[in-house]
């Protein structure tokens, strides 16, 4: 009778190093795993806190199958993504990839890893994994996620990027989390390291990301997804709301003519705002006010006698807001400006929303900050119904679905041929605005003025429009528009715009972008439409003042979006020094901060406040 083969024998495939089977190896895991019991060694890192993961070195056995597995990777198709929550580089599902070496690391992966990791995780698994590969390069990022979907269960990640060091970004970065279970700081990087493999639970609070690639010359790739099981009981609190500080306008007369340039006072001026501000729900006002004024508050809004504090969640933003308590004394004037009633007039009379306190009894409200940013600082768009939204600084939206699915703004789409020189800054002509800085004189100077008024459009997609890009931004947008209209033919996963949140990942995107021929993202009737429009719709006024933005990249744009509506309107408020821009925006609209790349060298400052009638 023959001799039966030990189980350890049968596990074992040729192309993952031998030290993985032997029985010493896998009892020192399983114990230090199942008993939350840290450990560092030659080829094995268990990390517990703040979620468990494990980091395996020297994970395949032959380098030179590691080379052809990266050759292979440059014929498959890949995508360009870019949302508010990731920009990277992603090929499909490898499930049905030619490559003769990536169909045998997809089968080891399916089969033996996922064996491996079941007996000795003693989690259990089902025969699905999903897997792709990911590319990073210069400023690409994904931010804090919990991976925590469906029927997801462990995560992995198998790195393949030779000599990559912590000064080139792109580390696994984990949070922790508050006692809300929300995330808070990074408490732990993990280096890319080649030839490793990372694998963690998917649970309420693996909270990760992937940093800012921030080397010019390297490009991080990856082989990641998922392992699935059956599904798992959530643990996860109800989620607090972030309730913005409301305040009550200043019943305090404060003489705007010593704050406002001249002309934005006049009467053919703010007739011609409230025309733009009605018929595109925007205005964006150069030069606003006045120069030396202006530059004293420069001046004062980096000074050191400011107290600063970092705001969360990281999986909604990432910025710093001032204590109005210690503001130089100009600053605080400027402050107390936008919370007057005179302030309330003259945006009355900008836009007509009725912001003055009447003996009536109604009561408008105004939610402001002033806010620092730097490289690093972002808001995300997030699901208003379970998050309260916060008008002070975030980017909130309704969306439809599970608990924390985001909302994909738009992606830019390119194979990886196409990416490989891919330009830092985007130049497209100047926008027109209207600069006031010159003395208003006559009648026919002021016509002259009025006619400068920015025009630029907040548009709707049409057959015709599809490759316009907004007149208010400097950038080259057009490609957000691609994924409506490229045609590819890959498995993208979800079928709604709204699913996008916990579908992003390190391990890294499972089901990606919306498919952009899916039968939910079709065009509705236009009568349907114009019916539609006639529905009252309830909102708020933004008011954005910005500083030191000179040095800012001008990528970093404020966006407006409608993300349940595949022809949203989009609004781009470019990074500008003393342009007031005025957006109203109904409940369905979000407004977000882009992620600030690591080419932004200093802080720049937004005071955005948020008017609310009642």
């Not at 620092?372 to 975030?394: F, Q």
């Amino acid at each position: 009778m023959a001799q039966v083969e030990p189980k350890e024998k049968k596990l074992k495939h040729c192309i993952i190093s031998d030290f993985m089977y032997s029985t010493d190896f896998q009892q020192l895991f399983s114990e230090h795993w199942c008993n939350l019991k840290e450990t560092k060694m030659n080829n094995l890192e268990i990390i517990t806190k703040p979620f468990r993961i494990c980091k395996i070195t020297n994970f395949l056995s032959n380098e030179e199958f590691m080379d052809e597995i990266k050759n292979e990777l440059l014929d498959v198709k890949s995508r360009r993504n870019s949302i508010d929550l990731y920009q990277f580089e992603q090929t499909n599902d490898l499930v049905n990839v030619d490559g003769e070496n990536l169909k045998l690391l997809y089968k080891t992966f399916q089969t033996d890893l996922a064996l491996w990791i079941e007996r000795n995780t003693k989690i259990e698994l089902n025969k699905t994994i999903t897997m792709s590969s990911s590319c990073y390069y210069d400023t690409d990022y994904l931010l804090c996620h919990d991976d925590d979907m469906d029927d997801r269960r462990i995560a992995f990640i198998l790195y393949l990027s030779k000599n990559w060091t912590r000064e080139d970004g792109g580390t696994l970065d984990l949070f922790d989390t508050d006692d809300n279970g929300l995330p808070r700081n990074i408490v732990k990087s993990l280096i890319p390291e080649y030839n490793s493999v990372v694998f963690f639970e998917v649970t309420d609070n693996s909270y990760h990301q992937v940093a800012e690639v921030t080397s010019p010359d390297k490009s991080r790739w990856s082989i990641n997804g998922w392992f699935h099981g059956p599904l798992r009981q959530t643990n996860r609190p109800p989620r607090p709301e972030i309730v913005p500080n409301y305040i009550k306008p200043i019943n305090t007369e404060i003489d705007l003519n010593d704050w406002v340039t001249k002309c934005y006072l006049t009467q053919n001026i703010m007739k011609e705002v409230n025309q733009n501000v009605e018929q595109e729900s925007f205005a964006f006002l150069s030069g606003f006010m006045k120069v030396d004024i202006y530059e004293k508050l420069v001046t004062e809004v980096s000074s050191d006698t400011i107290v600063w504090q970092k705001v969360g969640p990281a999986d909604i933003r990432n910025y710093e807001v001032a204590d109005e308590n210690s503001f130089p004394e100009l600053l605080k004037s400027f402050y107390n400006l936008f919370k007057s009633v005179s302030m309330c007039r003259l945006l009355k009379n900008y836009t007509e929303l009725d912001l003055i306190p009447e003996k009536d009894g109604s009561s408008p409200k105004i939610a402001i900050e002033l806010q620092r940013w730097s490289k690093g600082c972002y808001t995300i768009i997030y699901d208003k119904s379970a998050v309260n939204e916060s008008e002070a600084g975030n980017a909130a939206c309704t969306a439809q679905g599970g608990e924390m699915q985001g909302t994909a703004l738009g992606s830019g789409e390119k194979t990886s041929k196409e990416c490989d020189e891919k330009p830092m800054h985007s130049n497209v002509d100047k926008t027109v605005e209207l600069d006031c800085n010159s003395p208003v004189g006559n009648k026919e100077e002021e016509d002259y003025m009025l006619k400068k008024i920015l025009k630029a459009k907040c548009f709707q997609l049409t057959d015709k429009d599809l490759l316009r890009k907004p007149s208010l931004s400097n950038i080259d947008n057009s490609s957000l528009l691609e994924r409506y209209t490229d045609s590819d033919d890959s498995d993208i996963g979800d079928s709604s715009l709204l699913e996008r949140y916990t579908d992003s990942d390190e391990s890294d995107i499972g089901d990606y972008l919306s498919d952009p021929n899916d039968r939910s993202l079709e065009r509705s009737d236009p009568e349907d439409d114009a019916a539609d429009s006639n529905v009252a719709d309830s909102g708020s006024l933004d008011v954005i003042l910005q500083f030191h933005t000179n040095h800012v990249p001008e990528e970093h744009t404020i966006d407006y979006v409608d993300p349940k509506e595949q022809d949203a309107a989009l609004i781009h408020i470019p990074p500008k020094d003393n342009h007031l821009c005025i957006v109203y925006k109904v409940l369905s609209t979000c407004r977000f901060h882009k992620y600030v790349n690591h080419y932004c060298t200093d802080y720049f400052y937004n005071l955005i406040c948020t008017y609310y009638e009642q």
